[in-house]
């Protein structure tokens, strides 16, 4: 089966990118590193209340039906919950899974310490179960995860679990993007320095991986137009997405999108900036918009706003301050483009 996906990443290989095949996924896979706190709010209660288990997968069914997102990251259960709904049946929408989940994204369970400690591997996702009906059912792409912390026995242990994973995906014929996260503890680095570290080490960990096991493409934070523009420079064959980090302001998530699509990344994998926007539906319309270019970041965030009242929902933010970038790594290219 063919999606919207499959056309789009082949027209990047190809050499054909236009702006309208800027990749846009919608990582609802926060259960696996939360609880709770994982479905976000529902912004139309009054008051806002957490949103339950259920009414996060409606929310997911609404986001498919709205045929924008390219990508629906889920856990492996909640994968199954949509498929008993039917929710991807006839949908453009590629569904992925979670492969595994490193010990830094634990930082949503409340009263954890996990985060104070590096980053170790952590998988429990059953490839075979997933894949077993696909395309009817399951799916055939996940996401894994990795992070480096310049410690030689916990990066060996990490590029060991990552072999082990695509040793599996190749057996169950899974298909995979690749996540390399910055450092989850204070490793003596500036800013361009975490760049150039995490670059390195996402060259450094493909280099003896065959075509056969290589991933479809990646996804690494942003860390400003030198660190991506170095990234995808250096291998034409490396498709690059950016992730989109903490919820910040809505001006941020726009600004993301715009400066990772202007220095060289073809996709945007956003978690907590749609999960928590007080109307997803309507921020991911124009995260669409500032991807093909017809309209700006700040213009954006006047627009939702302007969507927030016609829905009667009252911002998180006043106008004001979420136009205000609060990223700091957005803050100097957006100051030279304006």
């Not at 990508?71 to 899974?97: C, T, W, Y």
């Not at 059912?137 to 060991?160: H, K, P, Q």
């Not at 690494?220 to 992730?243: H, Q, R």
Request: glycine share 8%.
């Amino acid at each position: 089966m063919v999606t919207r996906l499959d056309r789009k990443l082949a027209n990047i290989r190809a050499g054909r990118y236009t702006r309208s095949d800027f990749v846009i996924a919608d990582a609802k896979d926060s259960d696996v590193g939360a609880g709770v706190t994982a479905t976000g709010f529902d912004w139309t209660a009054k008051p806002a209340r957490r949103r339950s288990r259920q009414q996060f997968i409606t929310q997911i069914e609404e986001i498919i039906k709205q045929d924008i997102v390219d990508i629906m990251l889920v856990s492996q259960s909640n994968l199954e919950l949509l498929d008993g709904r039917g929710a991807f049946v006839g949908s453009d929408v590629k569904p992925a899974i979670r492969g595994n989940l490193e010990t830094m994204c634990w930082g949503a369970v409340r009263h954890g310490v996990y985060t104070q400690k590096p980053s170790v591997p952590f998988r429990d996702t059953n490839l075979s179960r997933a894949i077993a009906n696909y395309p009817t059912r399951g799916t055939d792409l996940a996401l894994y995860s990795v992070s480096f912390s310049n410690d030689v026995e916990l990066d060996i242990r990490t590029l060991n679990a990552f072999a082990e994973f695509r040793a599996e995906a190749a057996r169950t014929n899974f298909k995979y993007f690749y996540e390399v996260f910055n450092p989850s503890v204070d490793i003596g680095l500036d800013r361009e320095q975490i760049g150039e570290f995490v670059n390195d080490h996402i060259i450094k960990s493909l280099a003896s991986v065959p075509q056969a096991e290589r991933p479809l493409f990646l996804k690494t934070p942003y860390n400003g137009p030198k660190a991506l523009e170095e990234l995808v420079n250096f291998d034409s064959e490396l498709i690059v997405g950016v992730l989109g980090g903490g919820a910040g302001t809505t001006r941020d998530t726009f600004e993301l999108v715009a400066q990772s699509e202007r220095y060289g990344a073809r996709l945007a994998l956003f978690g907590r900036k749609i999960n928590l926007a007080e109307a997803p539906l309507h921020l991911i319309v124009l995260m669409r918009a500032v991807a093909d270019g017809t309209i700006g970041p700040e213009e954006a965030v006047r627009a939702y706003h302007g969507d927030l009242q016609k829905l009667g929902l009252t911002p998180n933010r006043p106008l004001a301050d979420d136009r205000v970038i609060t990223e700091d790594v957005l803050t100097v290219a957006a100051a030279k483009a304006a």
